[in-house]
């Protein structure tokens, strides 16, 4: 009993060892003019959000939900926006009829009015200017008193102090409105139509639309939901643009060179190869991330490269692992044919 416990021993022992070193031992090693980098898929996304505060009354997108530029995404209860736009509406009526009757000015009729009142100033400045004349020849001649000659003269001064004012204010109803009654006129519409403006800007911001064409990878609000300006909403990811953040070990740094291309393969599609392109290497050294092994054994000092990926099919997706295989052609041989620097 004790030796087939021993026998089962060794062949699970046996099993688990060859579980563990077939895959390195089936792997191919990497040509010697190829150089394999291992990183992440990553994409641009977009956190996408309403720039006004509101209750979520549609959310038709799921996570994973491929959208078109434009696309709705979510929509916010309007009902009290759509009130101020119908204020600020109102508003704009109530400054165009009030700049309509600057413009016109006077009206005939008060015009009329105004005339006949100077009219009537005038004749009364001429009763008393008479009655002024009088008391004056009878104070002369010690028929009146000196107070009597006084009040005559006080109620000539009045009379010409309201002819005066009746015949200004007929000139000012002749005229018209003045230029700068008609400026501020102006102004307030224009006050209120920028109003109005606004007011129907922040109506269109209840629909939150798509921004570019790509895939919903999050969604971070629920239905009902109140969010304020600038919460995300859902995330949006632009598959028709990724690339591989990978690190290249110092060492390997002359053998690369921007434009280069690159294979791209992933354990999701064995045995398929994505067309990439070296897009950017970073021109400072940094430490490799933790989260991230280079295909060779890690180095203290690493630079960062892009590698752009076609993905016409979406099928490659953020944060799923794949290597790069770059060919290192003349690049290599130049560098291995260069002139050794003596020290």
């Known amino acids: 009993m004790k030796r087939l416990i021993a026998v089962v021993v060794l062949v699970a022992a046996a099993a688990a060892a060859g579980v ?23 994409a641009h996304e977009s956190l996408v959000s309403f720039k006004v505060e509101g209750r979520i009354d549609e959310l038709p997108v799921e996570e994973g939900e491929e959208v078109e530029q434009g696309a709705l995404l979510a929509r916010l209860e309007d009902a009290d926006y759509r009130q101020k ?3 600020d509406q109102a508003a704009v009526e109530v400054r165009q009829s009030d700049l309509a009757l600057t413009l016109a000015g006077t009206r005939e009729q008060e015009i009329k009015a105004s005339q006949q009142a100077m009219i009537d100033a005038q004749a009364d400045l001429a009763e008393k200017k008479l009655d002024n004349d009088r008391d004056q020849i009878l104070f002369g001649k010690d028929e009146i008193s000196a107070q009597d000659r006084d009040l005559a003269a006080t109620a000539l001064k009045r009379a010409t102090a309201a002819y005066e004012a009746a015949q200004q204010r007929y000139n000012e109803a002749v ?17 209120a139509a920028a109003d109005l403006g606004l007011s129907r800007i922040d109506e269109s911001y209840t629909a939150l639309r798509a921004p570019v064409s790509g895939v919903i990878t999050v969604r971070q609000a629920e239905l009902g939901e109140v969010v304020a300006p600038g919460s995300p909403v859902v995330t949006l990811a632009d598959l028709d643009h990724i690339w591989l953040r990978a690190y290249l070990a110092e060492t ?9 291309d690159a294979a791209i393969t992933t354990d999701t599609y064995p045995g398929k190869q994505y067309r990439g392109r070296i897009s950017f290497i970073s ?33 490659l997706k953020p944060g799923m692992p794949a290597d790069a295989h770059v060919q290192l052609g003349a690049i290599a041989s130049r560098a291995s044919n260069a002139m050794p620097v003596n020290r």
Do not use: M
């Open 20 to 42: 563990y070193f077939y895959p390195q031992l089936k792997k191919k090693p990497a040509p010697a003019n190829e150089i394999t980098l291992s990183g992440n898929i990553e």
């Open 85 to 87: 736009v119908q204020i």
């Open 175 to 191: 005229e018209g409105s003045r230029k700068e009654d008609i400026a501020i006129a102006r102004a307030n519409l224009a006050e």
């Open 252 to 260: 390997d740094l002359g053998c690369i060179r921007w434009g280069q």
């Open 283 to 315: 021109s400072s050294a940094e430490f490799t991330p933790k989260s991230v092994e280079t295909y060779k054994e890690r180095v203290t000092l690493v630079y960062r490269i892009k590698i752009d990926i076609d993905n016409r099919n979406h099928e």
